[in-house]
């Protein structure tokens, strides 16, 4: 009889663990596991128990990754839009001119009036400019930028310079 208490004892603690574990995994706190310590059929639920997180936690993996590859698609699709609607041109020059005013930096612009070069070619152009301009607002300590961006039908070339305070490149 004792022994019965004892084991059905056990068995409570055990469960009661179990319910402590899957509330806080359902909070949310998904590093939650279970410590199998004996295999009868408590012990299997709660081995089959850490399956599933560990399941359950690289399906959230596996989302996330999508999510943010969607929301890259999302952005190349709407600059796209944005630079097949605008062109290179008009879309650098209203860039640089909000960028220029939250940023409290002047900004000299050198840009033909057209520029026709292959999708591929304006987007890297749109984000080396991009990266240029937060360098420049991060590092430098400029009060004045200067972009200009000249084509021919051979070549393109983007020069982003600044008046900033530059760094010292050891080698």
């Given at each position: 009889?004792?022994?019965e208490?004892?084991?059905?004892?056990?068995?409570?603690?055990r469960?009661r663990?179990?319910?402590?574990?899957?509330?806080?995994?359902?909070?949310g706190?998904?590093?939650?596991?279970f410590?199998?310590?004996?295999?009868?059929?408590v012990?299997?639920?709660?081995?089959?128990?850490?399956?599933?997180?560990?399941?359950?936690?690289?399906?959230?993996a596996?989302?996330?990754i999508?999510v943010e590859?969607?929301?890259?698609l999302?952005?190349r699709?709407?600059l796209?839009?944005?630079?097949?609607?605008?062109?290179l041109?008009?879309?650098?020059?209203d860039y640089?001119?909000?960028?220029?005013?939250?940023?409290r930096?002047?900004?000299d612009?050198?840009?033909?009036?057209?520029?026709l070069?292959?999708?591929?070619?304006?987007?890297?152009?749109?984000?080396?400019?991009?990266?240029a301009?937060?360098?420049v607002?991060?590092?430098?300590?400029?009060?004045?930028?200067?972009l200009?961006?000249?084509?021919?039908?051979?070549?393109?070339?983007?020069?982003?310079?600044?008046?900033?305070?530059g760094?010292e490149?050891?080698?």
């Open positions: 009889m004792e022994r208490r004892f084991a059905l004892t056990q068995v409570r603690r469960l663990r179990m319910a402590e574990v899957t509330k806080r995994f359902a909070a706190l998904y590093d939650q596991r410590e199998v310590i004996i295999a009868d059929e012990g299997q639920i709660q081995a089959n128990l850490n399956q599933v997180a560990e399941q359950f936690v690289e399906i959230l596996r989302e996330k999508l590859q969607n929301a890259r999302e952005e699709a709407r796209s839009q944005d630079l097949q609607a605008k062109g041109t008009t879309a650098l020059r640089v001119t909000t960028w220029s005013r939250q940023c930096i002047a900004a612009l050198s840009l033909p009036e057209t520029c070069l292959p999708l591929a070619v304006e987007e890297a152009l749109w984000r080396v400019t991009q990266e301009l937060s360098n607002a991060r590092h430098s300590g400029a009060s004045l930028v200067q200009h961006l000249e084509w021919t039908e051979q070549h393109v070339s983007l020069y982003v310079s600044d008046h900033g305070q760094f490149v050891t080698t």
